[in-house]
């Protein structure tokens, strides 16, 4: 698992307190004008989304609205169940709901 945490990690450079803030803290993110902070702030929540697919053995399956869904995938591979969730904006702050299809 630590193995695999890296690789992504090496991959996807986040800043240190989006990496808190979805691990430690879980706060919910502002998107901001900084594409660069979005995609960190991505990343990081993209890294707490495996995590949680992996102890769940599950793949979480993120909704963002109009494009294709981001698939997370417990690290190390797919698995034949998923879990949904719809990423929504509320007053400016990114949260999850179960999705309604």
Do not use: K
Request: proline share 7%; charged share 15%; hydrophobic share 40%.
């Amino acid at each position: 698992m630590a193995r695999a945490v890296a690789d992504f990690t090496a991959g996807r450079p986040m800043q240190p307190g989006h990496l808190n803030g979805a691990l430690v803290e879980n706060l919910n993110w502002s998107l901001r004008p900084d594409e660069d902070e979005n995609r960190s702030a991505g990343n990081a929540r993209d890294l707490l989304g495996h995590l949680i697919a992996s102890h769940l053995g599950v793949n979480v399956v993120i909704h963002q609205g109009g494009g294709p869904p981001v698939v997370l995938a417990p690290l190390g591979g797919h698995s034949q169940t998923s879990v949904e969730v719809e990423l929504v904006v509320v007053n400016g702050q990114a949260t999850y709901r179960p999705h309604q299809r």
